[in-house]
């Protein structure tokens, strides 16, 4: 494997749950070292979020298991901050044995947190936060989505990291913000997608707005930050100075609003939700075919389209994109007939062939094995040694030169030593005094 | 914050021929940050919707044009064009003549990036795919953004974003639990491939300064989308089990979704993650004699009880204004938030304390207020420094200034119809 584009660069990965963990896995896939700094004994959040994967029939479960550590704590685990969606999160869906800690095998974490290191440390102890110090002066970025305050309370923030390290960079995620009247407001993907506007426009008029599924704030907040990340890193690269960068999850949602806000202040119209239909745009919308749904649009060609839907009376006299629009409810029925009686695998194909835009409205379980994802090696199987062999979304574009290398995540703590006596040259006694005291 | 040290990416020239949302939301983060990103747009395609006659066209499509007026130049005062392409330059070149080609070629060889998002068919049409920019510039790194990607049965599939949404499992997700898949409100495959190709571009920077080569990036938006979507796949991949669309609910807490409040249309979204948050809002809402029941006092119980809980729970919020709520809610430590819409964000306290609401003064939409950068830099915090360009705004300063083309050339390519003057009337989007 060649070297990846960002070989070179040290990130201590103070974040869990989403957010800051998208943000270090895209650093990591395509080539940081990522040291992920994690709550001795419990770890990141998103470990015990599920979705977890069977429990090995073979094997009873032991509620009382050694190496469970602080796992079953209950309700404390429903934590802030992109609790997972998927997994039932039950205790029976866990695989207690005494071999594998579920720590370990969280499928949301094992897809956040590829190609990373994990160490355990405790920030909130004196002695953990000198060791993390330690390491500070030799990284290139700290991420971290703690609530806003929490940095600085700890002597951590960026201001006194600037002091060990000048040029180091610092990204801080939160709901709202490091500034403003409601910086230390709670959030979360629901809230974050309310205040940053996205939800408004989601869903069907007259119904409550609904918001996108699997947290997808979080996503666009880890997206940003790498984005800025990466932008601090050439103007360090090029003036020598770190700096400290905050990222709300609200206003990444406000950003990828379409115009919406532009449109607002330029004539006073307020964008509604209008199902799955668009805007602006007739046809343009979902509609049930012989077996499923499609998503269909008519493209460049009107005249292609009407031929294709069998609806040559809308072409007679010929209907611009305004009119159209105006009568979005004929031209949807118009084309409705042709849409039902075909499957969705033919509305699809017919329109490839025609050069016009569709999509077959899949569920993620049709994803593997589909043709097209084969054909690019996109899904990626893994190996790991507590949670075994399994697919995983691949790397999100290809780069001709430095292709992503995607490897498993860590196991909790997996790389104390590497860390702890190598990088630091701290001594095993010393290592296992902190442990004693959780420490480490 | 700190001083202003100039902005992060002062010096990266990058050439945006992109066209819709992913690419230029991909060159909008690039510009916020200081990059000359010069967007190549031609006649027939400039990304502006095309020419329409002076008129006020009233409803959606009226919309997007300032007081609903297209004016004598609507592809000028395109509200959509003119927020994403704050900060770019534009010149006009048509690629399909060959003397375009040859003025592309040039830009190339000073340029650092090229952005471009047709179908993967189109660049190599115009003898412009990456070896030939290549040989032009073997540090250019240039960015192909596609519905499916550059290989592939799908290659040459014709997608927009709501064709990839539905491709990649999101919009079945997207549902009343009752109901049929529906669209994200926004353009979000446009936004995820636009977001993951701006880090593309910055990785392979890093590299080229490193190793000073460029490369090619072949983003499909597909699969930057299914990235997005890795806690259903894993569930999948784990157990087979499919992911069922459950509305703003949340399978292991309750409550948690939206709550009409008072007034048409308006919502609050509350989540409730802990036993401890659910006597925060029993608190709030005065003790309710309801609240107190049993049933409620656990997660599990709640989560048993969803319906009912929510039922009563939007019985209170009916009587409150969404905003004030929010505020009042937040005060009991209630992850609660108003369900704003593009009126509330624009004139939003915190936002506009943050400085996250910026005006571009452009010269023939007027004053407005969008969403400016993307985030806060305490050093190179970038802004809105100008509008976003008129049609052709720039080809002086490019040809002239940049490329050091003589008047007598650059009056030329106007002649051939390599610039031109004006984008073609409108006809179909």
Known sequence: MAEGALAGLLVLDLSQNISGPYCTKLLADYGATVIKIEKPIIGDDSRHAGPFPPPPNAIPHSPSAEGLGGFCRGESRIRPGGCSESGSGDHKDRPYRDTVNPANIDGLFLHLNTGKKSITLDIDDKVGRDIFKRLAKQADIVVENSKPGTMKKLGIDHAALSKLKSDIIMASISYFGQTGPCRDWSGCDLVAQAAGGLIHLTGEPGREPLKLPLSQAEYQAGLNAAVAVLCAVFHRDACGEGQHIDVSVQEAVASILEGAVSTYEYSGHVMQRIGPRHQQKCPSTIMSTADGYVHLQSGAYWDHFATLVEAPQLTEPPLNSILRYRHTDEVEAAIRPWVESHSTKEVFDACCDWRIPCGMVLGVEELEGDPQYEARSYFREIDHPEAGRLKYPGAPFKMSETPADINRAPLLGEHNDEIFIDMLGMSRDEIGGLKERNVI | ?429
């Not at chain 2, 534009?90 to 592309?104: E, H, N, R, Y």
């Not at chain 2, 070896?131 to 596609?146: C, D, F, G, K, T």
């Not at chain 2, 948050?277 to 029993?282: C, I, S, Y």
């Open chain 2, 1 to 429: 914050m700190s001083s202003d040290s100039g902005r992060a990416l002062d010096g990266v020239r990058v050439i945006d021929l992109s066209q819709i949302y992913a690419g230029p939301y991909a060159t909008k983060l690039l510009a916020d940050m200081g990059a000359e990103v010069i967007r190549v747009e031609c006649a027939q395609r400039s990304g502006r919707g095309g020419a329409l006659p002076p008129m006020k066209p009233g409803g959606a499509f009226g919309a997007s044009f300032p007081d609903g007026d297209t004016g004598e130049r609507s592809y000028n005062r395109f509200a959509y064009y003119n927020e994403v392409n704050r900060n770019k330059l534009a010149v006009t070149i048509d690629l399909s003549k060959p003397s375009g080609v040859d003025v592309f070629k040039k830009l190339v060889a000073i340029s650092d990036i090229i952005v471009e998002n047709f179908t993967p068919r189109v660049m190599a049409n115009f003898g412009l795919d990456y070896e030939a920019l290549r040989a032009e510039n073997p540090r250019i790194i240039m960015v192909s953004i596609s519905g499916y990607g550059r290989s592939g049965p799908c290659r040459d599939c014709a997608a927009y974003g709501e064709s990839i949404e539905a491709m990649s499992g999101l919009s079945k997700l997207i549902a009343y639990p009752d109901g049929a898949p529906l669209k994200p409100g926004v353009a979000y495959a446009d936004a995820a491939a636009g977001l993951h190709a701006a880090f593309a571009i910055l990785a392979a920077l890093r590299y080229r300064q490193h190793k000073g080569v460029g490369q090619h990036i072949d983003l499909s938006m597909r699969e930057s989308l299914t990235s997005l979507l890795g806690e259903a796949i894993m569930d999948c991949s784990m157990n087979n089990r499919p992911p069922q669309p459950i509305g703003n609910g949340h399978p292991r807490i309750a409550p948690h979704g939206c709550y009409r409040t008072k007034g048409d249309d308006e919502w609050i979204a509350i989540s409730i993650t802990s036993d401890g948050e659910w006597n925060a809002l029993r608190r709030a809402m005065g003790d309710p004699e309801w609240s107190r029941d049993s049933r409620f006092d656990t997660n599990e119980g709640r989560l048993a009880h969803r319906d009912e809980i929510d039922g009563l729970i939007q019985e209170w919020t009916a009587n409150y204004d969404h905003i004030e709520l929010a505020d009042m809610l937040q005060s009991y430590n209630i992850r609660a938030g108003a369900v704003l819409d593009a009126a509330e964000l624009a004139r939003d306290p915190h936002l506009n304390e943050r400085g996250f609401l910026e005006e571009a003064a452009h010269p023939e939409a007027g004053r407005h207020v969008m969403p400016g950068v993307s985030w806060r830099m305490s050093r190179t915090p970038g802004r809105i420094e100008r509008p976003a360009p008129c049609f052709g705004e720039h080809n002086r300063y490019v040809f002239g200034e940049l490329l050091g083309m003589s008047d007598a050339e650059i009056e030329r390519l106007a002649r051939e119809g390599v610039t031109a003057e004006a984008p073609l009337p409108y006809t179909e989007i």
